[in-house]
Protein backbone atom coordinates (compact mmCIF):
# COMPACT_ATOMS: atom_id res chain seq x y z
CA UNK A 1 0.00 0.00 0.00
CA UNK A 2 1.61 3.03 -0.99
CA UNK A 3 1.68 6.22 1.57
CA UNK A 4 -1.25 8.32 -0.91
CA UNK A 5 -3.50 5.10 -0.30
CA UNK A 6 -3.79 5.50 3.54
CA UNK A 7 -5.85 7.42 5.34
CA UNK A 8 -4.66 11.12 6.70
CA UNK A 9 -3.92 10.75 10.34
CA UNK A 10 -6.72 11.84 13.10
CA UNK A 11 -6.72 15.72 13.56
CA UNK A 12 -7.40 17.16 17.57
CA UNK A 13 -9.35 19.42 17.79
CA UNK A 14 -7.55 21.88 20.30
CA UNK A 15 -10.86 23.14 21.59
CA UNK A 16 -11.36 19.57 22.82
CA UNK A 17 -8.32 19.00 24.14
CA UNK A 18 -8.33 22.16 26.38
CA UNK A 19 -11.65 20.83 27.27
CA UNK A 20 -10.62 17.46 28.52
CA UNK A 21 -7.95 19.05 30.10
CA UNK A 22 -10.36 21.59 31.96
CA UNK A 23 -12.11 18.30 33.42
CA UNK A 24 -14.93 17.97 31.04
CA UNK A 25 -15.66 14.17 31.11
CA UNK A 26 -17.07 14.18 27.79
CA UNK A 27 -14.15 16.36 26.24
CA UNK A 28 -12.07 13.51 27.98
CA UNK A 29 -14.27 10.05 26.19
CA UNK A 30 -14.10 11.71 22.74
CA UNK A 31 -10.43 12.64 23.10
CA UNK A 32 -9.56 9.20 24.57
CA UNK A 33 -11.04 7.66 21.99
CA UNK A 34 -9.89 9.66 19.07
CA UNK A 35 -6.38 9.15 20.03
CA UNK A 36 -6.91 5.53 20.63
CA UNK A 37 -6.82 4.70 17.19
CA UNK A 38 -3.84 6.86 16.70
CA UNK A 39 -1.78 5.40 19.56
CA UNK A 40 -2.64 1.78 18.24
CA UNK A 41 -1.25 2.26 15.05
CA UNK A 42 1.73 3.66 16.71
CA UNK A 43 1.94 0.90 18.92
CA UNK A 44 1.38 -1.70 16.29
CA UNK A 45 4.44 0.10 14.13
CA UNK A 46 6.57 -0.43 16.72
CA UNK A 47 5.93 -3.57 18.33
CA UNK A 48 4.11 -5.54 16.09
CA UNK A 49 1.02 -8.02 16.70
CA UNK A 50 3.50 -10.47 18.80
CA UNK A 51 4.16 -8.12 21.76
CA UNK A 52 0.82 -6.49 22.70
CA UNK A 53 0.61 -3.58 20.81
CA UNK A 54 -3.34 -3.21 22.17
CA UNK A 55 -1.90 -3.61 25.43
CA UNK A 56 0.68 -1.10 25.30
CA UNK A 57 -1.67 1.72 23.69
CA UNK A 58 -3.99 0.89 26.56
CA UNK A 59 -1.54 1.81 28.76
CA UNK A 60 -0.71 4.69 27.06
CA UNK A 61 -3.83 6.26 26.63
CA UNK A 62 -4.47 4.99 31.16
CA UNK A 63 -0.96 7.26 31.27
CA UNK A 64 -2.21 10.36 29.03
CA UNK A 65 -5.97 10.22 31.00
CA UNK A 66 -3.89 10.30 34.61
CA UNK A 67 -1.98 13.17 33.54
CA UNK A 68 -4.43 15.35 31.81
CA UNK A 69 -5.36 17.51 35.02
CA UNK A 70 -0.74 17.93 35.16
CA UNK A 71 -0.90 19.07 31.96
CA UNK A 72 -0.23 22.30 30.81
CA UNK A 73 -1.42 23.01 27.52
CA UNK A 74 0.09 24.46 24.48
CA UNK A 75 -0.80 24.97 20.82
CA UNK A 76 0.15 21.97 18.47
CA UNK A 77 2.07 20.07 21.57
CA UNK A 78 -0.29 17.62 22.89
CA UNK A 79 0.21 14.85 19.71
CA UNK A 80 4.15 15.20 21.12
CA UNK A 81 3.32 14.82 24.33
CA UNK A 82 1.20 11.66 23.76
CA UNK A 83 3.68 10.08 21.67
CA UNK A 84 6.13 11.08 24.24
CA UNK A 85 4.17 8.77 26.79
CA UNK A 86 3.57 5.89 23.90
CA UNK A 87 7.47 5.36 23.39
CA UNK A 88 8.28 5.24 27.00
CA UNK A 89 5.27 2.46 26.88
CA UNK A 90 6.90 0.95 24.17
CA UNK A 91 10.61 0.75 25.78
CA UNK A 92 8.78 -0.59 28.78
CA UNK A 93 6.98 -3.62 26.84
CA UNK A 94 10.05 -4.52 25.12
CA UNK A 95 12.08 -4.28 28.69
CA UNK A 96 8.94 -6.89 29.83
CA UNK A 97 8.97 -9.11 26.77
CA UNK A 98 12.93 -9.74 27.14
CA UNK A 99 12.40 -10.51 30.51
CA UNK A 100 9.31 -12.66 30.10
CA UNK A 101 10.41 -15.98 29.45
CA UNK A 102 7.11 -17.98 30.22
CA UNK A 103 5.32 -17.45 26.92
CA UNK A 104 7.15 -20.04 24.96
CA UNK A 105 7.59 -19.73 21.27
CA UNK A 106 6.36 -22.53 18.88
CA UNK A 107 8.99 -24.90 17.54
CA UNK A 108 9.36 -25.33 13.61
CA UNK A 109 9.95 -28.47 13.87
CA UNK A 110 7.08 -29.89 15.80
CA UNK A 111 5.11 -31.65 12.88
CA UNK A 112 2.20 -33.44 15.68
CA UNK A 113 -0.65 -33.25 14.02
CA UNK A 114 -2.80 -30.55 16.20
CA UNK A 115 0.24 -28.38 16.22
CA UNK A 116 -0.85 -24.73 15.38
CA UNK A 117 2.39 -23.74 13.62
CA UNK A 118 2.51 -20.64 11.29
CA UNK A 119 2.40 -20.66 7.35
CA UNK A 120 5.72 -20.40 5.78
CA UNK A 121 5.04 -16.75 4.63
CA UNK A 122 3.98 -16.34 8.16
CA UNK A 123 7.45 -16.94 9.79
CA UNK A 124 8.99 -15.05 6.90
CA UNK A 125 7.05 -11.38 7.31
CA UNK A 126 8.24 -12.08 11.40
CA UNK A 127 11.78 -12.87 10.36
CA UNK A 128 11.52 -9.48 7.85
CA UNK A 129 9.83 -7.59 10.90
CA UNK A 130 13.10 -8.62 13.26
CA UNK A 131 15.19 -7.54 11.12
CA UNK A 132 13.83 -4.52 10.23
CA UNK A 133 13.65 -3.88 14.18
CA UNK A 134 17.18 -4.79 14.84
CA UNK A 135 18.43 -2.09 11.86
CA UNK A 136 15.46 0.20 13.70
CA UNK A 137 17.84 -0.17 16.76
CA UNK A 138 20.65 1.35 15.56
CA UNK A 139 19.22 4.12 14.98
CA UNK A 140 18.68 7.28 17.66
CA UNK A 141 15.24 7.06 19.35
CA UNK A 142 13.86 10.36 17.70
CA UNK A 143 14.86 8.59 13.92
CA UNK A 144 13.50 5.58 15.07
CA UNK A 145 9.67 7.33 15.97
CA UNK A 146 10.20 9.56 12.75
CA UNK A 147 10.51 6.40 10.38
CA UNK A 148 7.70 4.68 12.03
CA UNK A 149 5.24 7.37 11.67
CA UNK A 150 6.31 8.41 8.54
CA UNK A 151 6.91 4.81 6.30
CA UNK A 152 4.82 2.47 8.30
CA UNK A 153 1.79 4.50 9.46
CA UNK A 154 2.03 7.03 6.72
CA UNK A 155 1.53 10.41 8.20
CA UNK A 156 2.49 13.12 6.06
CA UNK A 157 5.42 15.42 6.90
CA UNK A 158 3.37 18.14 8.68
CA UNK A 159 1.82 15.49 10.56
CA UNK A 160 4.73 13.83 11.89
CA UNK A 161 6.42 17.32 12.77
CA UNK A 162 3.07 18.00 14.70
CA UNK A 163 3.39 14.68 16.96
CA UNK A 164 7.37 14.63 17.55
CA UNK A 165 7.27 18.23 18.36
CA UNK A 166 9.56 18.88 15.18
CA UNK A 167 9.91 22.70 14.03
CA UNK A 168 8.80 21.93 10.48
CA UNK A 169 7.92 19.52 7.64
CA UNK A 170 11.36 20.62 6.16
CA UNK A 171 13.03 19.16 9.49
CA UNK A 172 11.18 15.72 9.11
CA UNK A 173 12.41 15.62 5.30
CA UNK A 174 16.22 16.06 6.20
CA UNK A 175 15.90 13.71 9.08
CA UNK A 176 14.22 10.98 7.53
CA UNK A 177 16.62 11.02 4.45
CA UNK A 178 19.29 10.76 6.83
CA UNK A 179 17.50 7.85 8.66
CA UNK A 180 16.87 6.18 5.55
CA UNK A 181 20.58 6.58 4.46
CA UNK A 182 21.67 4.85 7.59
CA UNK A 183 19.82 2.27 7.32
CA UNK A 184 20.71 1.76 3.86
CA UNK A 185 24.00 1.95 5.25
CA UNK A 186 23.19 -0.48 8.01
CA UNK A 187 21.75 -3.06 5.13
CA UNK A 188 24.73 -3.04 2.99
CA UNK A 189 27.18 -3.42 5.73
CA UNK A 190 25.18 -6.42 7.02
CA UNK A 191 24.45 -7.70 3.29
CA UNK A 192 28.36 -7.76 2.74
CA UNK A 193 29.16 -9.77 6.55
CA UNK A 194 27.01 -12.36 5.27
CA UNK A 195 28.80 -12.80 2.02
CA UNK A 196 31.71 -13.49 3.60
Not at 18 to 32: K, P, Q
Amino acid sequence: MSTDERPPAPRLDARLVAAAIEGDRTAVDRLLADLRPLVLRYCRGRLGSSFGAEDCAQETLMAVLLALPRYRYETDSFLSFVFGIAAHKVADAYRRQSRDLSEPFADPGDTRAGSSLAAPDEYARTDARLQIGELLSHLPPLHRDLLTLRVVLGFTAEETAEALGLPSAVAVRVAQHRSLSKLRQLMNAKAANQSE
